[in-house]
């Protein structure tokens, strides 16, 4: 049988085999939105098992099993390697046509050269194979990410973060391959609701930024504080993960006075809560705008559905869902809102349920301003969107209400280190849609034209969109690290 995961996968002309393999192949990875763990990175982490490294954290992966009747103890708990990789492989059978069957057999070809299917019979062979190879040098933390051809990392942080890792990775300067920026997370600022978990929090943002907290100003002037110490450490953006945005009307009276009820552990009402939250989201986006910093809105998630797995696991274990919730209303009050400003940062939005696909990119082109190429950005597929149709939506609801060539492109929003393929599998979408134009004559059959669309897609915009201090590739010679075949 021949290679499932060939050279020409997902390539269905000759078009696009040409676009993928001279111009999107050589190019690097910029993954500037993910959540992989800063102190793995800096410790430069390594495994023994490839359990540890692929099965762990991975909630797509944990709801296809539970989807096949596997039980938690083989998912998140505490089974061993093999028999939780096992059970991985059990399920694979029936994962076809499940973006899930792509991603695993490109990671296993790409990081531990397997060329097979994962299946019941092949498994423990896979399994030590693997293994096998996670014993060189090159299958570190830093290793992984380097055989990826990442030239860039953007973590997901805290605003109490110290940084300290990012700190500690840098000492290692060029010599580290790559580039590992922090960005602003700041989410558990504007969650009053719980003001218990709030309170305490915010005794955290205190502390971190050396204020004493006890009334609005003073926690402004805290969040102040954190935002240039993160701007000093090269974070260059901000990132939002919401249901929903919020942008209510409210006076600064009325949110000092919601702050103070707040910090004194009284519950705000569900009005004062949404008052609070669209402030937050305001003053938050100004900050962002005054140091030039990058806005992002991941949008759509209905997080922790399932109570009872919520109270024995935790977030992020695979319980969450699309939402419904209003998109266009709060989200055109918002931009609205900083443009009259003068405060409207570059701003990336995604949206998680499809149907609001037309609704971020009509948006967004109410608000682009000609003071930046591609300012107002239509976010990739992301989480349940990341796979073949979601991304192919994308990219044509995209091209007709926007700019596709400005578009800054794929990013893997991923807590796995060999979670890189997802970029090589954008790229082979992306070259197959315009190679299949070319050959249509849909767009012109000029290869140079349309390879430097790829190009740039591919690396060159998110290199210079977001600010990070990145060379633009021309193509030629390739990038060390990525070269075609």
């Not at 009820?261 to 305001?282: C, H, I, N, W």
């Not at 977001?466 to 060390?480: E, I, Q, R």
């Amino acid at each position: 049988m021949s290679d499932f995961i060939h050279d020409d996968f997902l390539l269905d002309n000759e078009s696009a085999k040409e676009l993928y393999h001279k111009y999107a192949e050589p190019m690097p990875i910029v993954d500037y939105h993910c959540h992989l763990p800063p102190a793995s990175v800096a410790n430069d982490e390594r495994y023994d098992d490839i359990s540890q490294v692929w099965l762990t954290g991975d909630h797509y992966k944990w709801r296809a099993m539970r989807s096949n009747g596997i039980p938690e103890r083989l998912c998140t708990g505490n089974a061993g390697g093999w028999e939780k990789f096992q059970a991985f492989a059990n399920t694979m059978p029936y994962l076809l046509r499940n973006p899930i069957f792509h991603w695993s057999h490109m990671e296993l070809k790409r990081f531990f050269g397997v060329s097979e299917l994962l299946t019941p019979k092949s498994a423990k062979r896979i399994y030590n194979q693997c293994n096998e190879a996670m014993k060189s040098p090159e299958f570190s933390v830093q290793g992984i990410i380097r055989k990826a051809g990442v030239v860039l990392v953007g973590t997901t942080d805290d605003p109490t973060d110290d940084l300290a890792f990012h700190k500690q990775f840098a000492k290692g300067g060029k010599k580290n391959g790559f580039q590992m920026i922090p960005s602003w997370r700041p989410d558990r600022g504007m969650f009053i609701e719980n003001t218990a978990a709030w309170n305490e929090w915010v005794d955290k943002l205190g502390a971190s930024a050396n204020v004493d907290i006890v009334d609005f100003a003073d926690y402004m002037a805290a969040f102040e504080k954190r935002h240039a110490f993160f701007d000093r450490m090269g974070c260059r953006l901000c990132d939002h993960g919401l249901e929903t945005v919020y942008a209510e009307d409210y006076t600064d009276a009325e949110i000092c006075g919601i702050f103070a009820k707040a910090r004194a552990g009284q519950t705000p009402s569900a009005d004062e809560v949404l008052k609070f939250k669209s402030a937050m989201l305001y003053e938050w986006g100004v900050m962002d705008y005054q140091r030039g910093w990058v806005k992002q809105f991941h949008l759509g998630a209905m997080r922790n559905n399932n109570t009872r797995m919520f109270e024995a696991l935790g977030p992020d274990t695979g319980f969450d869902s699309v939402a419904d919730l209003e998109t266009a209303r709060p989200v055109a009050r918002l931009l609205d809102r900083l443009d009259q400003a003068g405060c409207l940062a570059k701003t990336v939005l995604y949206n998680l349920n499809p149907a609001h696909n037309y609704v971020i990119a009509t948006m967004l082109g109410n608000f682009q301003d000609g003071s930046a190429p591609g300012k107002m950005q239509m976010g990739s597929g992301w989480w349940f969107l990341d796979q073949a149709e979601g991304m192919k939506w994308q990219i044509e609801c995209l091209s007709q209400l926007g700019l596709l060539r400005r578009f800054v492109g794929m990013l893997t929003d991923s807590r796995s280190f060999l979670s890189y393929p997802r970029h090589e599998y954008f790229r082979r979408l992306l070259c197959n849609i315009l190679g299949n134009d070319m050959e249509k004559g849909i767009i012109p059959n000029d290869m140079e034209w349309v390879g430097a669309m790829v190009r740039d897609i591919s690396y060159n915009n998110a290199a210079t969109y977001f600010g990070f201090k990145l060379p633009v590739l021309d193509g030629s010679p390739a990038p060390k690290g990525r070269k075609s075949k």
